[in-house]
């Protein structure tokens, strides 16, 4: 079977443009603190709003990696608070509202270092079959 290389835009260490997203879990939370650099802004000196659906989306899909289950985005919902500066750290952190077998449903946030919410996430993910836990994954 062929190796497959971990290339996600998230959470891949080895993709050159990649955010390189890191992982913790908390009370069954998935947290992440990130700071943006220059080249994900979309207006001056603010994070582009594809990259911090992109943040949501990963954070939201790895608090359910965290219950060992892989799932597939189905659909997101992103509200944006107030513009996330370029250069400042900021934490994302998502948990499982609900599942079923099949389907979860989890919320997500982005604070800054004063806890002010920045954009929140909700969004729908669906277990993927035994077919793709089965993939040698490097």
């Not at 990696?65 to 400042?88: D, L, Q, R």
């Not at 948990?95 to 800054?112: C, D, L, M, P, S």
């Amino acid at each position: 079977m062929e190796k497959l290389v971990n290339r996600c835009f998230g959470c891949s260490e080895i993709n050159p443009i990649g955010l390189k997203l890191k992982f913790s879990y908390k009370d069954d939370e998935a947290v992440t603190k990130w700071i943006p650099k220059e080249e994900y802004q979309g207006w001056p000196g603010v994070l582009h709003g594809g990259i911090t659906a992109t943040i949501l989306d990963e954070v939201m899909a790895y608090a359910i990696v965290n219950k060992g289950i892989m799932a597939a985005t189905v659909e997101i919902s992103v509200k944006y608070c107030k513009k996330i500066p370029i250069g400042e750290e900021i934490l994302a952190r998502a948990w499982i509202e609900k599942g079923t077998k099949k389907i979860f449903y989890v919320r997500a946030h982005i604070q800054n270092k004063n806890k002010e919410v920045l954009a929140e996430g909700s969004g729908k993910y669906f277990k993927m079959n035994d077919k793709y836990l089965n993939l040698n994954y490097k």
